[in-house]
């Protein structure tokens, strides 16, 4: 067979953590066919020249359930190298819709622009499909969907009958393809869940050989407790867990005992491995402090409880993902369409400003945004370098996004999201010839190889002769991120090629136009 595509000349990394090898890559009908020098010539060709070339890169807890359907062209993680992202994370994800008023609320990147006019987790994919991605896609089965599905935003354990309709709703959803079953046990739609629930639905997943992906119940001065939560839930359930952006927003202390529950599991025999993001700050809703009550009001009924200074008392003594930090100074909020002179100042100051308590300024704001298209984000300082370093050196740790891909223009030009241009770029350049903590080879395989491992992918994530042609060529000394804080949407530099199931996608640093991600089903 002829070859399609031939990558000449550069120093190639197989994923597995090898040394790389200088050598020709050859790619016929969608698959990687020899690895060596080769004399053929194809009908394209890639100069790698003085680059590295390794696989394309996979993002193992991505946001993208929503933006990818808006534009498909996903070219903030086209200008990293990101070939396959994973989706459903965190609980939050766009099956199944039962009611979209309250679904949307656990739909990051939604702004109305596209209904929720699909229910089942079918509909979803093949609107996906439809969509026709850049990258491929798998996704995981939220749960936050699945309880408001069928109980709203009650916050309670699920009943023996509501268990049962919760499993229908994700065995639909493994048998749709999906990869594995996602929480997000911190955010308000899951904070009721038991742990025999958890455990259950997981137990379920696993006879169907998904994984679990936990974004854990505590990330404050308890992580740990919820770690182990976690780590007792995969081992009852007899599951594959991943540990979502495993480090906790209360500094290295706990970070230490929450990776030291996680050498301990796997030392057990617990097949184990955890998650962390890029950035110093967490990002989230501003209404994520909302108690449930208040949350599931209609638009009217949530303006009229903002208002009343019982409710702001409760929202007060509320715990959720944004008290829970204990530091207002801390908080900042994003850039915005509401409060548009607030942008980028921490509450502390906002309040300050506007000459009221700190409680008050965000309830205000929230009472503000009632009906908005874009809910309000902040910015969660939580994070030190060197923290991040020391998570990011652990054998079981891989980077990942936590955050939707976007576009610079297009129908998303006006979104942001951290994280989104960044992630990998920032990992090789902060990892690799910042701290100097991973070499080359031991940062590609985290970001192919490994992840590759972690969620089943059995064709992908290598070089080697037989895998899907996902492959990527980039300068190791300019791959870099640059976007900073507030200015988030830059894109990435030093990727020169990237490829997709065979498909030039980024040529020379330029899109082609072409877009051949495909939907991973599990069992396909």
Known sequence: MSPDLIIRGGLVFDGTGAAPVRAD????????????????????????????????????????????????????????????????????GCFPIRDPELSNRIIYGFDGSLPLDWSTPAAYLERLEEAAPAVNVMTLVPNGQLRLATM???????????????????????????????????????????????????RVTARRGGFYATHTREREERADEA??????????????????????????DQTNRCIDLVDAASAAGDDIAFD?????????????????????????????????????????????????????????????????????LDFEEIARRRDTTILDAACDLLLDSVGADRAPMVLLRAYSEAQQEDVFAHELCVPASDATALSPDGPLAGASFMGAYTWASWFWRFMVRQSGRLTPEEAVHRLSGLPAAIVGLSDRGLIKPGIRADIVAFDPETFADTGTTFEPNQLATGMRHVVVNGTVTLRDGQLTGERAGVVLRNGA
């Not at 770690?227 to 290295?252: C, M, Y």
């Not at 949350?295 to 929202?315: F, G, T």
Request: proline share 6%.
């Open 227 to 252: 770690v182990a939560e976690a780590i007792r839930t995969a081992r009852n359930a007899d599951i594959r867990l991943q540990v979502s952006h495993l480090a906790p927003r209360s500094g290295p």
């Open 152 to 202: 709203g935003l009650e916050n309670r354990p699920a009943t023996s009958d509501e268990v049962t309709a919760m499993t229908r709703l994700l065995e639909e959803g493994l048998e749709a393809g999906a990869w594995g079953y996602s929480t997000g046990l911190e955010y308000a739609p899951e904070q009721g869940a038991g742990e025999p629930e958890i455990t259950a639905l997981a």
């Open 25 to 92: 890559v050859v790619v016929c009908d969608g698959r990687i066919d020899f690895l060596g020098e080769v004399d053929a010539e194809a009908p394209v060709e890639l100069d790698a020249r003085g680059l590295a070339v390794a696989p394309g890169f996979i993002d193992v807890h991505s946001h993208s359930d929503y933006t990818l359907l808006v534009d498909p062209r996903a070219v903030s993680a086209i200008h990293q190298g990101v070939t396959t992202e994973v989706i459903g994370n965190c609980g939050h």
């Open 276 to 344: 962390m993001h890029t950035r110093l700050y967490g990002l989230t809703f501003l209404y994520a402090m909302l108690p449930p009550r208040v949350l599931n009001a209609s638009p009217e009924d949530q303006a009229a409880l903002l208002r009343a200074p019982e409710v702001r008392a409760e929202i007060g003594a509320h715990k959720s993902i944004i008290s829970g930090l204990g530091d207002w100074g801390r908080i900042y909020l994003v850039d915005n369409d509401i409060w548009p002179d607030m942008g980028r």
